[in-house]
């Protein structure tokens, strides 16, 4: 006799809701007491060597709306192209620079911002040089897997047409959408989660 399967009702998925900023960024929530500052706040010290810029942008829905509720991670190398992390082999990076950032979005705009450098160039894995970029992290409500995707320098366009990866984006008109605005040392990132102008992001 087979078993009947409708005694168990399936359990409602539930999204990251407002519990991403509430445990990753609690001094800006107003949760005092857990960190002095929330971790990845700061990137950069006096004695960070490397060229100082700045990132902003806005994590924008299909409609072009700001999200509110975003957060916001950065990877990158350092000014020499080597990364602070154990399973870097190619030499030390710079000590006085963390290579990882987190910002919350927030605001009438949504706007996130880091204070970092301007990273250098790391290689592919066959060994060609990519061109500087910065890895972002994004997730929201309503996002249960973190997206990735990449941000290139709108002066660095040698490199930036043949670096690896941005070769390999099939529809080229898109490369654009992983390519900032503006000019050293302020650049501007809106990361589009759909839509026209939705940001090409990658499946590490």
């Given at each position: 006799?087979?078993?009947?399967?409708?005694?168990?009702?399936?359990?409602?998925?539930?999204?990251?809701?407002?519990?991403?900023?509430?445990?990753?960024?609690?001094?800006?929530?107003?949760?005092?007491?857990?960190?002095?500052?929330?971790?990845?706040?700061?990137?950069?010290?006096?004695?960070?060597?490397?060229?100082?810029?700045?990132?902003?942008?806005?994590?924008?829905?299909?409609?072009?709306?700001?999200?509110?509720?975003?957060?916001?991670?950065?990877?990158?190398?350092?000014?020499?192209?080597?990364?602070?992390?154990?399973?870097?082999?190619?030499?030390?990076?710079?000590?006085?620079?963390?290579?990882?950032?987190?910002?919350?979005?927030?605001?009438?705009?949504?706007?996130?911002?880091?204070?970092?450098?301007?990273?250098?160039?790391?290689?592919?894995?066959?060994?060609?040089?990519?061109?500087?970029h910065i890895t972002f992290w994004i997730v929201a409500r309503g996002i249960n897997v973190?997206?990735?995707?990449?941000?290139?320098?709108?002066?660095?366009?040698?490199?930036?047409?043949?670096?690896?990866?941005?070769?390999?984006?099939?529809?080229?008109?898109?490369?654009?959408?992983?390519?900032?605005?503006?000019?050293?040392?302020?650049?501007?990132?809106?990361?589009?989660?759909?839509?026209?102008?939705?940001?090409?992001?990658?499946?590490?």
């Amino acid at each position: 006799m087979v078993q009947a399967l409708d005694y168990l009702k399936e359990t409602a998925s539930q999204t990251a809701g407002p519990y991403v900023h509430i445990g990753l960024t609690p001094n800006f929530c107003g949760i005092g007491g857990v960190y002095d500052t929330d971790l990845g706040t700061t990137m950069v010290s006096e004695r960070t060597l490397g060229e100082r810029i700045t990132v902003s942008g806005r994590v924008l829905d299909g409609t072009g709306t700001p999200l509110k509720d975003a957060l916001v991670e950065i990877w990158q190398a350092d000014a020499a192209g080597l990364y602070n992390s154990p399973s870097e082999l190619r030499g030390a990076a710079d000590p006085a620079f963390s290579g990882w950032g987190r910002c919350p979005t927030g605001g009438e705009d949504g706007a996130f911002r880091f204070e970092t450098i301007k990273p250098g160039r790391v290689p592919f894995k066959d060994g060609r040089p990519m061109a500087p970029h910065i890895t972002f992290w994004i997730v929201a409500r309503g996002i249960n897997v973190g997206l990735h995707t990449r941000m290139y320098f709108p002066d660095e366009a040698e490199a930036n047409a043949a670096d690896p990866l941005l070769l390999r984006v099939e529809h080229r008109h898109r490369v654009a959408t992983l390519v900032a605005t503006g000019s050293a040392p302020s650049y501007m990132f809106d990361i589009h989660l759909q839509g026209e102008k939705e940001t090409v992001f990658l499946d590490i």
